[in-house]
């Protein structure tokens, strides 16, 4: 990382004042995604974090809700930092928390990975690059944890590389990372060999290092390191006991199934370890359960169930810090009925379970299930699906200091309670969604329509949300977009002169994908236009809300009029750009390469318009939600605009280039901002102009990571002044506010607010420790090709491998 220097903080404090606003999240809630690792602090209370695979590292508050630890790391050049594939806590200093963090080991992610380590718990952040890459993302993310600091010696740290690359050590503190050339496992199963893009051809690498604090110390350092491998042989759980000089195999060890998770109980000197037949954290159709007694080196096979009770692998096991031989393990996957869960009191000996046949149908359930911090996870998931306890339970922790409070996380959000202990009396517990604070949506779709609904987001891996105003964006929704549910909405578009009239389009085919709503997205109805085969991509409703045009993912550019059947508009080329003129029914705009097209028959027939000068790329068009004929075009060489229906256009300004989305939101007064990602004076970042696009102001702030640029979708508020969206790639949406001067010599805004000045001085005196943001270039054509990989989001049948870069199976699972 770099250090600034005393000159640089100096320059750093006297430079303008820029309007970086302070972002927040609009509160979905319920977490939206899955959530491979979860770690508390084993000498202090309530320390603990939770990582996710796309969107960053959350630290645990003791109301029970998450405070996002990473936004900082995540700009445009390093989005894929926002993979954490390990978190570790240093167990003699609470402050200190570590993460290993990278998307993909293949080509994906186009830089290396790196180790991160925070002296606040994560408030600012140093980095150290890995000379490979590290996959946040990838299969096996939920094994772990595969990095962990020494408990006798604060400076020794080691982690579990995957791809081959081996045990690695730093015996500083996490700065400098060394290879431990006497480990020479290196985990080498790969989930399909024959994959040619990387991605499960990978070999999965190294899977826990767990440190035995009873074993006393080398030279300082703790003698018994146990590390776990992805191999299903008779060497996939080693052990030093000389601090990391030798290694050998376990002696005794099964030698089926993969070891996912190893984790010491001290005052039992055993090590609990899951196992099954995959690396997860969508499959496994057997495992197993052991204890490895550590003094008499005997292994006992303690799984839970046999026979044909068990068709699943196991992932999550948490142990009771506090009540020896106190265990609870998951099933990692078992797509029905539902998920299983397993207590025992007596290390393994025998186990109770959280539900149970009674008569078939008919189950004991041993549990009540509840949503109140996120209402929409039991109305759009648990009252409509069987897997009410969940799917791909990687992670599962027992509080070390309470042994009621526990945590487990699916392939959707964090489920937990306070009364764990209830399960060894009453033999019933209260479940609870605890995700208050985790925002993992992949955000696919955005729109504010003026007088309408202030947000409409579209999400990935569930249907989306309506917020009816801006005062609901602090609260969880009721429900997500329902009736009908989709598994995924890649779009949505309001009427511009009857903004009640919103419509959506989803991706799964085999199911009519259009849905349409006349109350402004609080309830549905399936659009009759639409048949079982068209799918994706981009949806512009006109103006009074009779025509659909839909720029579809493989069938091209379709409307409909009135409901009528969709036929394609042979006019458009396929996966154009597309928009509706927001006032005039009749007009729709599209865009391809460096041709800008109009339609004046309400999408019929589409003829070439003005020129773009000097553009290649058409990345968005946004016309004016108040002004008929004015519409602005984001290319690659900037913004262009037009006030007369797109028959000529003005480049608005040179100072912002090689944009992506771009909104406009209400300004002051009446007038309308224009916000876009694009190259400017700050880098590859968000701006925000109050004139028109004459200047332009960074509005991002160098401590908010939005992830890629061009994977980030735009929406400005059309109801309140100032008021900007922006929907992430993992870290659902994020919203803030402020005013952009709106004439005169421009480009001096400032914020307004005291806060966000406040925010300001605390950025500056963050970058002396903060991975810094300056220098940053983007890459356009390795960053395009990403998105694409990125957002591909393949939604595949119950425990089938995704074919892509699925961010998290979300509930989709629920309804295939
Ligand atoms: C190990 O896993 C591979 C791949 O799933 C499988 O073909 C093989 O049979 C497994 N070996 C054992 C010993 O289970
Ligand atoms: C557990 O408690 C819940 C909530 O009171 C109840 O609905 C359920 O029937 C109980 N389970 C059993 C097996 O009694
Ligand atoms: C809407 O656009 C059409 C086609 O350009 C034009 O003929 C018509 O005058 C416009 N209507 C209004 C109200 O501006
Ligand atoms: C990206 O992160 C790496 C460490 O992971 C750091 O060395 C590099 O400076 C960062 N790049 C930018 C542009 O911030």
Redesign the pocket.
Known sequence: MKLFTATELLLAAAAPIHAAYTWQNVKIGGGGGFVPGFVFHPKTKGVAYARTDIGGLYRLNSDDSWTAVTDSIADNSNWSKWGVDAVALDPQDANKVYAAVGSYTNSWDPNNGAIIRSSDKGATWSSTSLSFKVGGNMPGRGTGERLAVDPANSKILYFGARSGNGLWKSADGGVTFTKVSSFTAKGS?APDPSDTNGYNNDPQGLTFVTFDSTSGTTSGATSRIFVGTAD??TSSLWVTEDAGTTWSAVAGQP???FPHKGVLQPTEKALYLTYS??TGPYDGTLGAVYRYDITARTWKNITPVSGSDLYFGFGGIGVDMLKPGTIVVASLNSWWPDAQLFRSTDSGTTWSRLWEWTSYPNMNLYYSQSAAKAPWVKTGFLDVDTKDLGWMIESLVIDPFDSDHWLYATGLTVFGGHDLTKWDTTHNITIQVLADGIEEFAVLGLASAPGGSELLAAVGDDSGFTFASSSALKTSPQKPWMDPIFSSSTSVDYAGASVKNVVRVGNTAGTQQVAVSSDGGASWNIYYGADTSMTGGTVAYSANADTILWSTSANGVQRSQYSSSFTSVSSLPATAVIASDKQNNTVFYGGYSSTFYVSKDTGSTFAKAGALTGATAVRDIVAHPKIAGEVWVSTDVGIFRSTDYGASFTKVSTALTNTYQIALGLGSGSNWNVYAFGTGSAGPRLYGSGDTGATWTDIQGASQGFGAIDSCKLAGSSNTAGQVFVGTNGRGVLYASGSLSSGGTGGSTTSTTTTSRTTLSTTTTKATTTITTTSKVATTTTKATTTTVKTTTTTSASGSTPTGTVPQFGVSEGFS
């Open positions: 199963f299903n042989t030698g089926t199934y037949d995959g």
